[in-house]
Every structure is written in structure tokens, then in C-alpha cells.
């Protein structure tokens, strides 16, 4: 089965779609990657989305507004990937949409908002589209996240150790597929929210992200301000944990500059870059880690990832690439392949990632332009991701 995989993470810079074969052979899941396509938000929807995101106020009429543009944004991109990566022959396309609100209080996840209607996608392309995939599993008590953690846990089983997989998105979380015990997965904190918002705020807009992290390499850690970071009480929750940009974002972080507010951005990017390291590195050690395998924006970032290096202190750090999974683009597959359990009947979730009471199979479908045939039930769930060449 040909899948497409949409995805927007909370960056919200861009659309990628992630194109892959994907079967079952006895107890394997086979992944074959056929590429990436990317497209940038247009600049005048990013400012909208950008407005209306907490802690901002917002009308329900911008919220129909964003629903359908952030639709028709993930509908254009699933036509090219279908022409350019599929042939046109596409089976399914799946669909995370963007995320504007993670609703989590004292350790409970309450609800989960994701825009970008897939009607829009099953018009333009006639396939159809599994979205929403996310509610499911906080309506069965979990987190809703980090729903890559499935995938993270069937592609690490059978290396030695724990490995750990790692992703740098805004927010970076970890799954630890360990070879004796439950897995473990859980957002450690910002990965890039932080360091993006300071970048945008003191550039006044005229820069988006570090690129290649050039203002950390010129800026130099201040202790103080990264010690008033760290005392963040989220850092010390147990996982399952999740979090978002309703917690890390630009009002959390002028909070915390004030009494700071003669750093230069240099200092402040280094700062926040270390807090990023610094968090993920304590992260990983606590699940015992034997290697980490990074995928995600944050592993185009060198100084970030030099820092982290450091922080490991000794565990391997590599990128996803080295198994088979583009780094750019693993976060695409892995949707592309919950979509794939969810037509075939079985559960996207591993309750000890996500906290959830069970598995369930996540996710509801919109037909395409033929009506839904959905695939003979799968008799029996891989317990293996096997990633080879198309």
C-alpha cells in the first residue's frame, strides 16, 4: 500500500508529506521510503496561525478560517507528493494536521485540537484520509502524545541496550524501546520553541530560526538565567509527560528574561540552546540510554547538536538516517505508517508511552473520491518495523 504522510509540527513553518510502500510480512512491518516534499505555510496563513495560538485570544470565526486554509495548504502538498513520489497511485493519505492546543493540566491531557479539515485533502487528491489521530488516545486516558512513540518502539526492537530515538522538533520528545521492560516515551521539553521565539522577537521578525546555529556559536551560557530555566516544574514530572508551545512560547520566556534584559541575543540563543541540550541529555540519561538516534529540525541545527554530544557525555549520538529513516522526514513516515494500522484494524498506541488505560486504533476516515474500501483486517499486530529500499 502507497501512503502519504502529512505532517506540521509545532514549529508551524512548513508542511511536509513523507511517501512510503508499506506491508506486513508475518510478524514485520515493512517500510519502503519514497521521498519527501515540503512546502512553507504561506506567509500571510503562518502570521495568522501565529496570532491566533496561545496565549493569544482568537474568534471561532479565525478558527474556520485556519481550519480550511491549513486543509487546503496539506491538500496541495498531498497532490504533489501523490504526482512526484507515488506515480499518482497513492492508496491512503494520513493526515496530523496542525496542532494549536494541547490541553493538559496537573499531569492529565483533558482534549487535543488539531486544524486543517481533511475533506479538503480527500476532494483535491480522491483518496481517502485517516485524520485526527491524536484523540483517540486521550479519550482512552493518555497523553496523546508522543504517538510516534509506536513506531519508534517496533523500528529500535532487537538492538542491544536501549536505544533511544530522539526528535528535535519544536518541542523534543524520546521513546526508550528497552530490550526488558515497558518502553518509555515522553516530551522532555522545548527542543526549538524557545530558541525560535527569542530568535523572532529580538531580530523583530527578520529572522525565523539559528540557522546552522550561528548566534549561539557567537553568545556565550549565562549560568544564572539557565539555572532560572531549569527550576521550570516540568522538568521534574514523571512520564508520561507532554507538552507544547501553550506552555513554551514567547510570554514564558520574556518572563523568564526579566531581570536579564541587557544579554545580548547571542548569550540568550547560547543559553537556550544549552537549556534545550541540558533537558534532553537528563532526559535520556534517566531512561538509561545506550545510544540516542536524533531526527527532527533540531539535527540541521550543528551547534545544538555539538552541545548535545557534550551533554551525553559518552552515549552515542547518531541520526536517524543511519537506519533508513530520514531525519527530515521520520516524523512523516511514522504518521504515514499509524495510518496504514488504522485501515488495517489495529491500534496505533503503546499504553506505557502514552499512559493510556489501552491500545486503541486511532484516527477517523474520510472517503475518498470512490468511496472507502478499506483492506481485509490484519489477523495479527507486527511486533518489528523493517525499513528497506523501494
Request: a neutral charge; glycine letters at 12%.
Amino acid at each position: 500500500m502507497r501512503v502519504i504522510g502529512l505532517m506540521s509540527g509545532t514549529s508551524y513553518d512548513a508542511v511536509d508529506a513523507a511517501a512510503a510502500d508499506l506491508s506486513l510480512d508475518g510478524d514485520a512491518l515493512v517500510l519502503a521510503p519514497l521521498g519527501m516534499v515540503s512546502a512553507p505555510y504561506p506567509g500571510e496563513l503562518r502570521s495568522a496561525l501565529a496570532a491566533a495560538l496561545p496565549p493569544a485570544a482568537t474568534t471561532m470565526r479565525e478558527v474556520c478560517r485556519l481550519d480550511t486554509r491549513i486543509g487546503q495548504a496539506f491538500a496541495s502538498l498531498a497532490v504533489r507528493a501523490d504526482e512526484e513520489l507515488c506515480g499518482g497511485r497513492a492508496d491512503l493519505v494520513v493526515s496530523h494536521g496542525q496542532t494549536v492546543y494541547h490541553w493538559a493540566g496537573d499531569g492529565t491531557v483533558h482534549g487535543t485540537l488539531q486544524l486543517g479539515e481533511p475533506a479538503w485533502i480527500a476532494e483535491a487528491t480522491g483518496r481517502p484520509v485517516v485524520s485526527g489521530l491524536r484523540t483517540r488516545d486521550v479519550a482512552a486516558g493518555g497523553q496523546g502524545a508522543p504517538l510516534v512513540s509506536i513506531v519508534d518502539v517496533l523500528w529500535l526492537r532487537g538492538r542491544p541496550g536501549v536505544p533511544v530515538a530522539l526528535n528535535l522538533g519544536g518541542i523534543a520528545n524520546i521513546t526508550a524501546a528497552a530490550g526488558t521492560g515497558p518502553p518509555v516515551a515522553f516530551d522532555t521539553g522545548p527542543a526549538n520553541a524557545l530558541i525560535d521565539a527569542a530568535v523572532r522577537h529580538f531580530t523583530g521578525g527578520g529572522l525565523g530560526y539559528d540557522e546552522d546555529g550561528a548566534l549561539a556559536a557567537r553568545g556565550r551560557v549565562d549560568e544564572a538565567l539557565l539555572r532560572k530555566l531549569l527550576d521550570d516544574p516540568y522538568y521534574a514530572q514523571p512520564p508520561p509527560r507532554t507538552t507544547g508551545k501553550e506552555r513554551f512560547h514567547l510570554p514564558y520566556l520574556r518572563a523568564a528574561l526579566a531581570g536579564y534584559e541587557s544579554l545580548p541575543v547571542e548569550d540568550v540563543v547560547a543559553t537556550l540552546t544549552r537549556l534545550t541540550a541540558r533537558t534532553v541529555a537528563g532526559a535520556v540519561r534517566s531512561v538509561g540510554a545506550t545510544e540516542v538516534l536524533a531526527s527532527g529540525g533540531g539535527t540541521r541545527n550543528p551547534v545544538l547538536m555539538a552541545v548535545l554530544g557534550k551533554e551525553l557525555d559518552g552515549i552515542p549520538l547518531r541520526r536517524s538516517d543511519e537506519l533508513g529513516l530520514p531525519s527530515a522526514a521520520k516524523e512523516a513516515y511514522a504518521f504515514a505508517v499509524l495510518g496504514f494500522l488504522t485501515v488495517h484494524g489495529l491500534a496505533g498506541t503503546v499504553p506505557a508511552c502514552t499512559g493510556a488505560r489501552h491500545p486503541s486504533v486511532l484516527g477517523s476516515l474520510t472517503p475518498g473520491r470512490h468511496g472507502l474500501r478499506l483492506p481485509e483486517p490484519a489477523a495479527t499486530a507486527p511486533v518489528r518495523l523493517r525499513v528497506t529500499q523501494a
